[in-house]
């Protein structure tokens, strides 16, 4: 199955040149982050989301749903090969939020994209979710910064602790750099992600598994909503926080803040909606 190039670019309003360019890699991937949430109701639903690439068009591009990064990640890699890129699939390390000295599972997907012409690779990641996420790929190259607005990335090279360099992503949060996720070059392959995508849906520490999580940047802002408590980040980067009471009433903020429509018999026990 071939990606319907068409209503993919509906989907994220993106009417850019489809040739494989700097200029499309930075529009299309700015465009694919503001235009499909990040969400987990499937995981919390019981439910492993499928990979392939039909079911992903049918729920990412069809429908007013999202997904987390193995489904976002593995739709924009067969968009930019249809498009000529040159993509690989690689796993990184979550950093973000972790303990001093806690070492995390690969279990996020992220891509490196070649295009035509260009001397290097970019890091590219439509799936990361979260506030310290890429709104546009970055320069695979040690001391690579972007700076725009309130968000601020840089890509440093850790001392080899193995036979691959060992890549940081990080962003500039509460006046310091914090990590994001650390990730090799090492190529993986679908069925590597099969593995990590039942693993994160089915263990019972999966976070998940725990709580209700959406999320979705825009230009100059960034929503998450966590359990029943919702996060906006406006264009100075300032954070306010406001309590979502009621199954009814979140539903409707994934409806109007996120362009999130539940699936049929959409109810969530109350342990995963705790702020």
């Known amino acids: 199955m071939t990606v319907d190039l068409q209503r993919y670019c509906a989907r994220i309003g993106w009417q850019g040149e489809r ?12 465009a694919h982050v503001c235009g499909i ?3 987990n109701l499937e995981v919390l639903l019981g439910s492993t989301p499928p990979l392939d690439l039909g079911a992903l068009q049918a729920k990412l591009v069809a429908s007013a749903r999202g997904g987390y990064c193995y489904e976002q990640n593995t739709l924009l890699a067969a968009v930019l090969e249809e498009l000529g890129f040159r993509v690989t699939r690689l796993m990184g390390r979550v950093r973000a939020g972790a303990g001093p000295g806690e070492v995390r ?3 996020h997907m992220l891509l490196t994209v070649g295009v035509p012409g260009e001397p290097h690779e970019y890091l590219a990641d439509v799936g990361f979710g979260a506030v310290g996420a890429l709104l546009e790929p970055l320069p695979l190259l040690a001391g690579a ?3 725009e607005g309130w968000r601020h990335h840089r890509l440093l090279v850790e001392q080899q602790d193995g036979p691959l360099p060992n890549w940081v992503l990080q962003a500039w949060r509460g006046g310091g750099w914090e990590d994001q996720y650390a990730f090799t070059e090492e190529p993986f392959q679908a069925p590597d992600y099969e593995v990590a995508n039942w693993h994160v849906s089915t263990h019972p520490r999966s976070p998940f598994r725990q709580r209700l999580y959406a999320l ?11 359990g029943r ?12 926080e406001r309590a979502i009471e009621g199954q009814g009433a979140v539903a409707r903020v994934l409806e109007s803040e996120f362009g999130i429509v539940p699936p049929p018999g959409y109810q969530l026990p109350d342990c995963q909606l705790t702020g």
Do not use: K, N
């Open 216 to 226: 979705r940047s825009s230009a100059d802002g960034h929503l998450a909503l966590a």
């Open 229 to 240: 408590i919702l996060t906006e980040t406006g264009p100075d980067g300032t954070a306010r």
């Open 19 to 30: 040739r494989a360019t700097l200029e499309t890699l930075y529009s299309l991937h700015r």
């Open 105 to 107: 599972p690969r279990t």
């Open 145 to 147: 910064r972007r700076e």
């Open 37 to 39: 949430p990040f969400e």
